[in-house]
């Protein structure tokens, strides 16, 4: 029997196999057809689309189609945008009101760049965020810790340089150089124009993303440099890239399981960036309609802000409306981490944000703007991350919202890409507004020094990225908020409006979130950001933060995550040994009653009910409880469940190696342990990770380790069964095993370092725990051979009465 359960297995790896090769070869195939024909593979793409008309716009014309929700992709400075030409306008916009008409800015502004900050670890700031002035808007901020680089991505960092081509003579213009980026330590400055790369030619910006993709962290790079006319060479140690917790944003919707790329710069076809700003009314003035982006005559969102003052950690920018009589400003600040300082929790991972509206005219003026909030947070990992979330919908992009007197109220990601969703308590004051990944937030806190200030009368749920194929998808979407300030801002002649915000940017630590907002903005009043951090109920939560408590501290002993696990699992099965003792006298109690049950079933084979009778008259002359062997389970689920959800919340754990950072496989416990890539030649409906059977682009080793570890404790501890019945189940038993082995494939490698540690822990137990002697029966011992001779001479069931009798 064993035998031929083994050549199942290896026949249905075999027909798995095969039916993955032919899979792969029939991409490919497909591919190359796309390739020598794109258009006819783009009209015929269309066509297969479920509940589509045959004349749809192609997938290459989707970001038109979702021109509300990602307005500014793309958009030229100091060009206004123009409407679809195949969209309708919307019921309450009037052909005056549309943003499509000419901007009527005095002053063309050339485009600038700024950085504030560092990526210097060394340095007083946690980051390094860039900025523009189209728009004065936010484009990236990267964190400078090596706790936090990137995980998706891992080939050689020289710095987010914005290039632009250059039309005469090639190249790639550098438009930016951060502070503490390997390109600033070996020289090159903004106005630089490299050329090539460790002598291979760049002629444009994308050529030389695509000759960095190639190199390593640590490895140099010669760089070829045309500044001022004169050639010079520079050399440039390259490092693992910064994570970047707001970036720009591209999501190709035409390729499954194609997540979030690394964008350096705003580009056609990317999601808005962060913090964008226009006015919602001005005076008695038509109002900004809901899929409108501009008033007539504006373009706040799209036109270059003229820089008035730039520095290493602030920059301030203007926006003159003359024909509108107002003067915008905003002004970025950056925070820095006093000298000395030493707390990793000091709350320094923040951008003060100031809004100012100025009145120019002679007379008073009512006004209203509108905000969006932070765009392009991190998706990393999206074949295998799982998000716990609050409500309803799955995403690992959500958008989270307090208003005071209430909790924090979620909306998830695929709730939004359904263009459903809204805040339950929009029309009170609000506390923070944040857009939440799962080990990273951007959270808007308004500088009240009231809660009960009311700045604002609705925040809207806004999705800013292409909506995707499919909807297992969904949850990649890019969300962000819109907040719409009250409508009866008065502003004397003269005079200005002036809101200020904290924008939290940085890892959800429950010690640094208590620190937000910050002592300057009334935290007393405001609450603070601690309920970012969510691990579901509240029974788990509070087995979680336990759990998390001493791992940190076994951590704290041996600098290494693995290990800690390891020493939690003997710590909790150390603490179980009672109860596992139990189970494992149990197993062997039952095992030893297996001829007796066997009796019972032949001897009441067509009497359930005696047969159900007999066997618990055994059971408790014997003393045996047939549910005490999943004690043990029902005690373990909490710990499991809590374990589980801490890898999926706790950042400390994110990017934790099982031996070195400097290997890829075991790389990050809370990920799968990723052996090797196997992506060249699984189809792609495995490697893409998408449903039950995606098992993603990676050879996982440890789920099967843990699986294997089941099968042979199963083997070795399950008692033979008494009848065909049992036979039966233990089977499909071990059959579970391979479904079970499918959903386990894609869990964090730290859980499976505890499955393995437990299991080895249980066979070992096992193993050193004396036999039990076999239980009496009127004075006897049970047999534990079939023998009914030696069953008789041991006062077992072939025992007479009468030979029992004179026994005694």
């Not at 380790?705 to 009848?723: C, H, N």
């Not at 079970?740 to 393995?756: D, E, N, P, R, T």
């Amino acid at each position: 029997m064993e035998r031929r359960y083994l050549v199942f297995i290896v026949l249905s790896l075999l027909v798995f196999a095969l039916n993955f090769t032919y899979l792969k070869w029939a991409e490919q195939k497909q591919r190359q057809q796309i390739a020598q024909n794109p258009a006819q593979a783009v009209q015929a793409d269309v066509k297969k689309q479920p509940g589509k008309a045959n004349d749809e716009k192609p997938p290459a014309d989707k970001a038109q189609e979702n021109e509300e929700a990602a307005p500014d992709a793309g958009k030229k400075p100091d060009v206004e945008e123009k409407p679809d030409a195949d969209k309708k306008p919307d019921a309450e916009e009037k052909p005056a009101e549309k943003a499509g008409e000419k901007d009527e800015q005095p002053v063309a502004v050339p485009q600038q760049w700024i950085s504030l900050g560092s990526l210097d670890p060394a340095s007083p700031y946690r980051m390094l965020a860039t900025i523009t002035n189209q728009g004065a808007a936010l484009v990236r901020v990267e964190l400078n810790s090596s706790h936090y680089l990137e995980l998706d991505h891992r080939y050689g960092f020289l710095g987010s340089l914005a290039p632009a081509d250059v039309p005469q003579g090639g190249g790639a213009l550098v438009q930016v150089v951060g502070l503490g980026t390997p390109a600033q330590e070996a020289g090159v400055q903004v106005g630089d124009i490299i050329q090539a790369v460790d002598d291979v030619a760049v002629t444009t910006a994308e050529e030389l993303i695509d000759q960095l993709r190639k190199t390593k962290p640590k490895q140099q790079v010669d760089l070829s440099i045309r500044r001022a006319g004169a050639v010079m060479k520079r050399t440039a140690t390259l490092r693992r890239r910064p994570l970047a917790v707001i970036h720009p944003n591209k999501l190709d919707v035409t390729q499954p399981g194609k997540d979030d790329q690394i964008v350096d710069f705003p580009q056609p076809g990317i999601d808005p960036l962060s913090l964008l700003l226009t006015m919602q009314q001005i005076d008695d003035g038509p109002e900004l309609g809901e899929k409108q982006t501009e008033l007539k005559g504006l373009a706040m969102r799209t036109a270059n802000w003229e820089v008035l003052q730039a520095g290493e950690s602030e920059v301030s920018f203007r926006m003159k409306l003359p024909k509108q009589e107002l003067e915008v400003l905003k002004h970025f600040r950056l925070a820095k981490v006093p000298d000395g300082t030493e707390d990793l929790d000091f709350p320094a991972y923040h951008l003060e944000f100031t809004i100012e509206i100025r009145n120019t005219a002679a007379k008073a003026r009512t006004i209203a703007y509108r905000l969006d909030g932070p765009t392009g947070l991190p998706v990393e990992g999206s074949w295998y991350a799982s998000k716990i979330e609050r409500s309803s919908g799955i995403g690992l992009r959500d958008l989270i919202a307090q208003f005071e007197g209430g909790d924090p109220d979620e909306i998830t990601a695929s709730v939004v890409a359904d263009g459903k969703g809204e805040w339950k308590g929009a029309d009170v004051p609000l506390k923070y507004a944040a857009v939440d990944a799962q080990y990273f937030s951007a959270a808007l806190i308004p500088g009240k020094q009231d809660v009960r200030d009311k700045w604002f009368t609705n925040i809207v749920p806004l999705r800013v990225s292409p909506l995707p194929n499919e909807k297992s998808l969904y949850k990649l979407t890019d969300v962000t908020f819109r907040l719409l300030s009250r409508r009866d801002l008065k502003v004397q002649p003269g005079q200005a409006i002036k809101h200020r915000f904290e924008l939290f940017v940085g890892p959800k630590k429950p010690g640094l979130l208590e620190n937000y907002p910050t002592a300057e903005f009334d935290s007393r009043s405001l609450g603070n950001l601690s309920g970012l951090v969510y691990y579901g109920w509240p029974i788990w939560g509070w087995v979680a933060e336990r759990m998390l408590g001493i791992l940190h501290i076994f951590y704290a002993v041996v600098r290494n995550y693995g290990i800690a696990i390891v020493l939690l699992t003997v710590l909790v099965r150390g603490c179980m040994f009672p109860l596992s003792r139990k189970q494992a006298l149990s197993a062997q109690k039952m095992q030893e009653l297996q001829p007796e049950i066997k009796r019972i079933n032949e001897k009441f084979k067509k009497n359930p009910d005696q047969k159900a009778k007999a066997q618990q008259e055994l059971f408790r002359k014997h003393n045996y409880n047939p549910l005490g062997g999943c004690l043990l389970m029902f005690v373990q689920l909490p710990i499991f469940i809590g374990l589980y959800r801490s890898l999926m919340v706790d950042v400390e754990l994110r990017q934790a190696p099982l031996i070195s950072d400097a290997i890829r496989w075991a790389s990050n416990l809370a990920a799968p342990d990723m052996l090797f890539n196997w992506s060249a030649w699984m189809p792609d409906s495995v490697s893409q990770g998408v449903g039950f059977f995606g098992l993603g682009p990676y050879f996982n080793i440890l789920p099967l380790l843990t699986v294997g570890l089941f099968l042979w404790q199963q083997k070795m501890f399950m008692p033979p069964p008494a009848d065909d019945q049992a036979r039966m189940q233990q089977k499909m038993m071990q059959y579970m095993m391979i479904f079970m082995a499918l959903m386990f494939y894609k869990v964090a490698a730290g859980l499976c370092i505890y499955f393995i540690a437990s299991s080895a822990w249980g066979i070992a137990e096992r193993k050193i725990l004396p036999k039990s002697k076999a239980p009496q029966q009127g004075g006897g011992v049970v047999a534990t051979s079939p023998s009914p001779s030696k069953a008789a001479s041991n006062g077992g069931p072939g025992e007479s009465k009468k030979k029992q009798r004179e026994r005694k």
